[in-house]
């Protein structure tokens, strides 16, 4: 009960730490452009007492665990809002009338709907079997190779996953358009695979290197070939790791919106942008009931791959820590 009061408090005490911030720079702002007013006076007098009080009487370390929390609401509130409303049984998204799942239905009754989906599942399903095959082989050979070698190889890597999604659009768009292909599903294909590959390198490196190397000179030592050591001993162990960088590339690929916008031509719509497209034209429950069905599944995948690396994580003992460089760290 206690530790709970103590949460509850740093929360409210994150709240009226940012609220006095914004306060602050409200102000600072109507005083830039000439607009000043008495409410204004009297919000910065508060948003200060805030700035300087809350500190005190809050913990600054049990004050940054209510800001985390406080930014964890801000994002996800407004989610589960569209899954609330996605049961309503009204046509009017703005007031909750009833439960009802009766938007589901007539959601997956939408053939623009249903072929969004099944061209989501495609695209995703063939991406995460492909990603996954190259990852794990890329991974597998980065491992065994210098630094002087692997290093090139890891900025390639890194830099897929750091350059913002926007700008890898745009470049497999110029790309696709000056080699001369067509848009559409293959595009897509080539275009998520080639962001989930990197994904999966990196998860199953990490796994392989925290893995050692003694098992496989012990097989080795014991007469066993390079063949029948990597299908005994290594893919066994691996297998976690492969299996949630797959899970992770398939839900990458499934709930993609830049990349596939960029790349998808026309009458290509995946279901993200199925209810991109139908947002546009007004808020439907419909659309809140195909967006919650794919916050669900996307959740599922998510939850399955952390697991698996959780798992993975305990069967070696608890004690590796994971480098995504390739490096064992002590």
Do not use: C
Request: hydrophobic share 60%; charged share 10%; proline share 3%.
């Amino acid at each position: 009960m206690a530790d709970a009061v103590r949460k509850t408090g740093a929360f409210v005490g994150a709240l009226l730490f940012v609220f006095g911030l914004i306060a602050v720079f409200a102000f600072l702002a109507g005083l830039a452009s000439g607009e000043i007013s008495a409410r204004g006076a009297v919000a910065l007098v508060i948003g200060v007492a805030a700035i300087v009080f809350v500190p005190r009487l809050v913990p600054v370390p049990r004050l940054l665990g209510g800001y985390s929390a406080l930014v964890y609401v801000f994002l996800f509130f407004p989610i589960v809002i569209v899954v609330i409303f996605a049961f309503n049984s009204g046509n009017n998204v703005a007031s909750f009338a009833g439960f009802s799942t009766k938007w589901f239905k007539i959601a997956l009754q939408d053939d623009s709907i249903t072929s969004a989906i099944t061209r989501s599942l495609q695209i995703a399903f063939a991406s995460a079997i492909v990603a996954t095959v190259f990852g794990t082989a890329a991974a597998l050979a980065l491992a065994r190779v210098s630094r002087r070698v692997r290093n090139p190889f890891d900025v390639l890597v890194f830099l897929t996953l750091v350059v913002p999604e926007l700008v890898i659009a745009v470049s497999s768009l110029i790309f696709f358009v000056n080699v001369g292909f067509e848009l559409g599903l293959v595009t897509m294909f080539i275009a998520h695979t080639t962001f989930n590959a990197s994904l999966v390198l990196l998860v199953v490196r990490a796994r392989f290197v925290s893995m050692g190397t003694s098992l496989q000179e012990a097989s080795m030592d014991l007469g066993a070939s390079a063949l029948a050591t990597f299908r005994q001993v290594t893919l066994p162990r691996l297998a976690p790791a492969i299996v949630a960088g797959a899970m992770l590339s398939f839900t990458f690929s499934f709930d993609d919106v830049v990349i596939s916008n960029f790349t998808s031509g026309a009458g290509n719509d995946t279901w993200p942008l199925r209810i991109l497209s139908g947002i546009r034209f007004g808020l439907r429950p419909d659309l809140n009931a195909a967006a919650t069905m794919m916050l669900a599944l996307t959740l599922i995948g998510l939850g399955g791959a952390a697991l698996l690396l959780r798992s993975a994580a305990r069967s070696e003992g608890g004690d590796a820590s994971l480098s995504l460089t390739g490096e064992a760290r002590g």
